[in-house]
């Protein structure tokens, strides 16, 4: 009996694992499938409901003070003021993220640096009347970066603080993640250095199924300037045992940078 007990245990483990491992693979093949949707299909679907979605999402920020544009008010205009018919569906948001990966994949084929990459996937981008600068990603997502804030002086002499922030956004009404760096510089005239104060973090969305590899952070001296910098590879997907799909893979690099001057400039 306890041998047969064991045998049952493990056979009832066995089972979900493949039944885990099934479902992995038909989603798989539903983002697959999406890319198989015909240009003419896109074209007259997806594109416009991303056109009408960004701009509402313009006019809105368009309306608002500049210190409200937080993940919270964000969400929930986009749940509250965006019918279902205007969202993006599933097999749509899948299209664009398996779009996405493969023009990375080919764009690292042709020996473009990770950094190139990371700005071919920027499709549009706005300032708002307010000083908010919105990045509009070929994947589906977007980020808010509030300009009026990012360069602070110093009480002390010949030094600045910089910072490069960023909320992202999927359009479907989730806040993914939040990616700030920011550090104190001082500077001379005829070179910049590093003063003080170096942060640098990111930070998940409540509901946000994202995970970052690669995570690096730091400071250096770049020629006579100085820069701070985070970057990693966000992604997310499903993973049972070590086996798994990725259905959406970004690269993200903040970095902010001091000149000799005392000019801060961020990419």
């Not at 003419?40 to 997806?46: F, G, P, R, V």
Request: hydrophobic letters at 35%; one cysteine or more.
């Amino acid at each position: 009996i306890a041998s047969f007990y064991a045998l049952f245990i493990y056979m009832k483990k066995f089972t979900s694992k493949i039944l885990t491992l099934c479902l992995l693979f038909s989603l798989s093949l539903s983002v697959f499938n999406a890319g198989l949707i015909t240009s003419a299909t896109e074209t007259s679907s997806t594109s416009q409901k991303i056109n009408s979605l960004n701009n509402k999402i313009i006019n809105y920020l368009d309306t608002i003070n500049p210190q409200d544009a937080t993940p919270e008010n964000i969400e929930y205009f986009l749940k509250n003021n965006i019918s279902d018919e205007e969202k993006l569906t599933g097999i749509e948001y899948a299209e664009l993220a398996n779009k996405s990966n493969n023009k990375a994949k080919e764009l690292t084929k042709k020996g473009y640096t990770t950094n190139e990459i990371a700005e071919a996937q920027i499709i549009d981008s706005v300032i708002t009347k307010n000083n908010l600068k919105v990045e509009f990603l070929d994947n589906g997502l977007f980020s808010i970066e509030n300009l009026n804030d990012s360069i602070t002086p110093s009480s002390r002499s010949n030094s600045v603080w910089g910072q490069a922030y960023k909320d992202y956004y999927s359009n479907i009404g989730v806040h993914i993640f939040t990616i700030a760096v920011g550090t104190g510089f001082s500077y001379n005239g005829q070179k910049a250095s590093y003063y003080g104060n170096f942060t640098a973090y990111y930070k998940r969305g409540n509901l946000s199924i994202w995970q970052v590899d690669n995570w690096e952070k730091g400071h250096e001296p770049v020629g006579s300037s100085y820069q701070a910098f985070a970057q990693g590879n966000f992604h997310y997907g499903l993973e049972v045992s070590g086996v798994g799909i990725v259905f959406q893979d970004l690269y993200i690099s903040h970095s902010v940078t001091c000149s000799k001057d005392g000019k801060i400039s961020k990419n």
